[in-house]
């Protein structure tokens, strides 16, 4: 049973794929301004026009192309790089680690503050701490990342003389240094997906401890810890669970602003530069890796409900 | 008031400039202002140390396949060109002596023949597949052969008149012109494409490309490259004027958000201002960076970065001389300078006020003057003279740059064109479309941006030759033409310059292009450095090579 649920969901992510894929290659070719003569007139990628085109490959059929860059990026090859001349691939895998590094590290802050802030919200609910909570939530959700990010890095250079390291610190040269650069763009990358959890955790929470189950753990005798860590807590979670797979999205896309301001090499800041310089490879295979990892991150949340709550086989 | 240089010549202050207003600003023109720079400590260099920069990531590397600023920065640093720019203390900015780089000395037997003595025993770097091996006047032929010959090489045009090039001994080349061109030295010297490169670099790598195929004679080697993280140079021990370059490492971090910049200044993570080009800092950053950083060195001078506002010349209404002039008048430039750049900055004649060995002083423009004098009244009765006396409607193409000063400027101008009865429709294009389109002059009224700093007078005058594709005004205009092709053949530098100015007076007096005022740069360094000043152009390594850390 469990294993077609898996399967059923399998088969529904390739569609998703497909769809993705045609987008991400239509998009690039909507830019208006016909690039082929602005990439000719800045970086001279090509003898001339023909031969950019032929480069690129755009001399042929639409759905050639479509076909054939999707069938080369079935096998790992996105193409190379018209800015740098290395293949996509190999600067996708230098720059994947980063980019998943910041991310993971902002989901580990965003769940780290926003479930224990959610959970002492609703069950302190409408108390000083809760108003305080669901302030800093609404706070949370209302400042852009992108303003933080350059607030905390160029207020403390002000006022205290210190601002994060601009040298990106290699895992091999400094261990701890590595970490460490992540941790402040990490946290303020989280804060925007932390009150969308705290105030979900919230709610749900409130609405499960409302059940008539959880009325008759506390009859029982039950110790607060117990009641809600233990029967309400994980049935309150699942709703969590599905915005948690669509922040890892929004996180992502946070990512180009945030690498940006903290200097970390990353995907983000590879697809902004490209995106700069019109290295259209680039971008579409950026765009394809981003798309497959937000397809696979919801993926793996369904077969988290399935976990959470046996009934789920939909 | 903080001390100044000796030895800079004309020298105002920001504060005397904004004391004085307009005249001063017009003033200004006429040179460079150095404010708070003092006179190099310790008379003996020492040797060694680190200089970080805020360092740029290239398409590649290859010069003769890019026009792109960011290689030639890097390469500044690792080749010698023939001839180059001097630098150091003693430089005004915006002045561009030549002197000799891999030529020991030259020669123009006639208008069409130069002949270039090499220096003795420049070696290549100590890389592969060169080596170290000694450069010969064969590199030098290779290399203009390479970059006359070679498909897509958008800096072509610098060698146009080049005819060809001839090895006459070991260490002797000799260049021949199709025709006089004035500017042939200018464009040896000049920090864009033409550093020498080692034929047996291209026969390995195919190109030029790879960080791998930098390999030059210059005062660096490369040492690292990761893209968009930071680029290395460590010191050549073999460069050819013995006991230089003398800082030992030179690390280029690429890092691209101005706040995080700023901050990276403030906390002294890098050693020169931030910002392009040349190791700059914003205006509005100043103030902060004056606080936290007060014994800064810094130098303003006028940035040669000119915007202006191109149009149909050859079609209705700006056909009409009086059209295009009360267009001008319409202007408050320093209306604009002071809303775009805090007041601080020169208004320019038709070459930019920066590049001060050829423009024409401001105020020497004659009636050209006149026109760029805001004055809206005389703006409307031109236009009524004009026939257009109940204004007309047209449109202004222009892409942001991704600057907020452009975006106003571009605001201010539309609003005193409204003032005279002038509706104007305005277009923003993506860069992409603007600069395929608009910057071609394929407008259908009006267009706006910034042009190329190039740091010769021949780029700016192009754009009014006819067959250029930078004329966005569809100038044509005989008797200019003759007069900008004429200053190619003027081998006399006063002649020329006679001639420049009496090009720019008729520019001026046709209005073809609306200039705009351009701001003043702030350039800052670490006050350690010694023996070191900024100037105009991509030639950082050139202009480091004699520096040295006073720590």
């Known amino acids: ?314 | 008031m903080s001390q100044r240089q000796g030895g800079h010549g004309p020298e105002v202050s920001r504060r005397d400039l904004l004391k004085a207003g307009g005249t001063a600003l017009a003033a200004a023109a006429a040179g460079p202002y150095v404010v708070g720079v003092r006179r190099a400590g310790a008379a003996t260099p020492k040797p060694g140390g680190e200089f970080r920069f805020r360092g740029y990531t290239p398409p590649h590397f290859d010069p003769h396949l890019t026009a792109s600023y960011t290689t030639m920065i890097n390469l500044s640093f690792t080749h010698s060109r023939l001839l180059k720019h001097k630098a150091g203390p003693d430089v005004k900015p915006g002045t561009f002596e030549i002197v000799g780089d891999l030529a020991e000395s030259w020669t123009h037997s006639d208008d069409k023949t130069y002949v270039f003595k090499l220096r003795k025993g420049v070696k290549w770097h100590k890389k592969p597949p060169v080596d170290g091996r000694e450069l010969t006047a064969e590199d030098v032929k290779y290399t203009f052969d390479r970059f006359t010959s070679i498909k897509g090489n958008a800096n072509h045009h610098m060698m146009a008149t080049l005819a060809g090039t001839e090895v006459v001994d070991k260490y002797t080349v000799k260049f021949t012109l199709k025709e006089p061109d004035a500017f042939f030295l200018d464009f040896l010297a000049n920090p864009m494409a033409l550093c020498i490169v080692a034929r047996e670099a291209v026969e390995k790598f195919g190109d030029l490309k790879k960080p791998e195929a930098v390999i030059g004679t210059g005062p660096w080697m490369l040492e690292g490259h990761e893209s968009k993280v930071r680029t290395t140079f460590i010191r050549n021990p073999d460069y050819f004027i013995k006991g230089l370059p003398y800082i030992q490492r030179i690390e280029g971090i690429d890092f691209d958000d101005p706040a995080a910049r700023l901050a990276a200044f403030v906390t002294g993570q890098i050693d020169a201002g931030p910002e392009f080009p040349g190791m700059m800092i914003r205006r509005q950053d100043w103030k902060i960076i004056k606080e936290k950083r007060p014994k800064l060195r810094y130098v303003e001078f006028p940035s040669n970065v000119m915007t202006h506002a191109g149009m149909r010349t050859d079609k209705p209404p700006f056909g009409d001389v009086r059209v295009r002039r009360a267009l001008s008048m319409a202007i408050d430039r320093k209306a604009i300078l002071q809303a775009t750049a805090e007041g601080v900055g020169v208004m320019n004649p038709p070459i930019p006020a920066a590049l001060i060995a050829l423009a024409i002083p401001y105020d020497q423009m004659g009636d050209g003057l006149k026109w760029d004098t805001y004055n809206p009244q005389e703006a409307k009765r031109l236009l009524a003279e004009a026939g257009q006396g109940g204004g007309f409607s047209t449109t202004l193409e222009y892409a942001t740059y991704g600057s907020q000063e452009l975006i106003d400027a571009v605001q201010m101008a539309v609003k005193f064109w409204k003032d005279i009865g002038v509706e104007v429709k305005v277009v923003e294009k993506p860069y992409a479309a603007y600069f395929a389109t608009s910057y071609q002059g394929k407008q259908d009224g009006l267009m706006m941006g910034p042009q190329f700093p190039a740091l010769d007078p021949w780029n700016f005058m192009a754009q009014y030759l006819p067959d250029e594709p930078k004329n966005q005004s569809h100038v044509k205009d005989p008797v200019l033409a003759d007069m900008i092709l004429n200053t190619r053949r003027i081998t006399d530098d006063k002649k020329r310059q006679q001639q420049i100015y009496a090009i720019q007076k008729h520019i001026a007096d046709q209005a073809y292009y609306v200039r705009f005022p351009s701001g003043v740069y702030i350039a800052a360094l670490d006050p350690a450095l010694e023996n070191f000043a900024p100037n105009l152009g991509y030639d950082y390594g050139g202009r480091m090579i004699a520096a040295w850390w006073n720590k």
């Open chain 1, 1 to 314: 049973m469990l294993r077609r649920y898996f399967l059923k969901r399998l088969l529904v992510a390739i569609p998703s794929l497909v769809i993705a894929s045609v987008i991400v290659f239509s998009l690039v070719r909507l830019i208006p301004g016909d690039v082929v003569v602005l990439m000719m007139e800045e970086n001279q990628y090509a003898d001339d026009l023909e031969a950019m085109r032929a480069k690129l490959g755009l001399n042929r059929p639409i759905y050639v192309q479509y076909f054939d860059w999707v069938g080369r990026a079935l096998v790992g090859d996105l193409g190379e790089s018209l800015y740098t001349r290395r293949p996509v691939a190999q600067e996708l895998l230098t720059r994947v680690p980063v980019s998943l590094e910041l991310g993971t590290t902002a989901i580990f802050f965003a769940i780290l503050l926003g479930v224990p802030i959610g959970i002492v919200s609703a069950v302190r609910q409408d108390t000083a701490r809760d108003y305080v909570a669901r302030g800093g939530a609404i706070l949370g959700l209302s400042i852009p990342g992108f303003w933080l990010g350059t607030l905390a890095v160029v207020l403390p250079a002000i006022y205290f003389k210190w601002s994060p390291s601009i040298q990106f610190t290699k895992l091999t040269d400094d261990p701890w240094g590595h970490v460490a650069q992540f941790i402040l763009p990490g946290l303020l990358l989280g804060i925007g997906s932390a009150a969308s959890i705290m105030r979900l955790t919230r709610t749900q929470l409130l609405e499960v401890l409302r059940q008539d189950y959880v009325r008759t753990a506390w009859s029982k005798g039950m110790g607060e810890r117990m009641v809600v860590l233990k029967h309400s807590l994980k049935n309150s979670l699942i709703p969590v669970v599905t915005v948690l797979g669509i922040q890892i999205a929004q996180v992502l896309s946070g990512t180009v602003i945030f690498e940006s301001i903290f200097g970390l090499p990353g995907m983000g800041r590879f697809l902004f530069n490209a995106i700069t310089e019109r290295d259209y490879p680039v971008i579409q295979g950026i765009n394809l890796v981003v798309v497959t990892t937000v397809v696979g991150v919801n993926l793996v949340v369904d077969f988290v409900y399935a976990y959470l709550d046996p009934r789920i086989r939909f």
